[in-house]
C-alpha cells in the first residue's frame, strides 16, 4: 500500500514550524489537512521516481569530472548531485 500523500505533508509542516505552540500548529493542521482532503476528494497519491538508466549516470560523472556545474547536468541528464557521488563511490 502507497504512503499516504497528504501524512507525509502534515508530517514536514510539523517539521517546520517548531516556533508555534503544539495547539496553534494543531489548529492549522487540522484546517490543511481538511482542505486538502476535500480538494483531493480522499483519493491516494503515488509519484513514481523516475528511472535513470546507465548511461545518464556515466554521463552525468563524467560531465562532472569535466567541471560542469550541477544544476546544468541535471537539467541535461536528470542525473542529481546524491546519484552522481553514489555512483562515483561505488566505482562506477
Known amino acids: 500500500m502507497a504512503e499516504d500523500i497528504v501524512d507525509f505533508m502534515m ?3 510539523r517539521d517546520a514550524i517548531p516556533d508555534m505552540s503544539k495547539e496553534q500548529v494543531q489548529e492549522k493542521l487540522d484546517l490543511i489537512e481538511t482542505t486538502t482532503r476535500k480538494h483531493w476528494g480522499g483519493e491516494e497519491a503515488y509519484v513514481a521516481k523516475k528511472k535513470i538508466n546507465k ?3 556515466k554521463r552525468a560523472v563524467t560531465e562532472y569530472l569535466g567541471g560542469k556545474p550541477f544544476s546544468e547536468i541535471r ?4 542525473v542529481g548531485r546524491a546519484t552522481i557521488f553514489r555512483h562515483m563511490k561505488k566505482g562506477e
Open 11 to 13: 508530517q514536514q509542516f
Open 55 to 57: 548511461e545518464q549516470v
Open 75 to 78: 537539467k541535461e541528464t536528470g
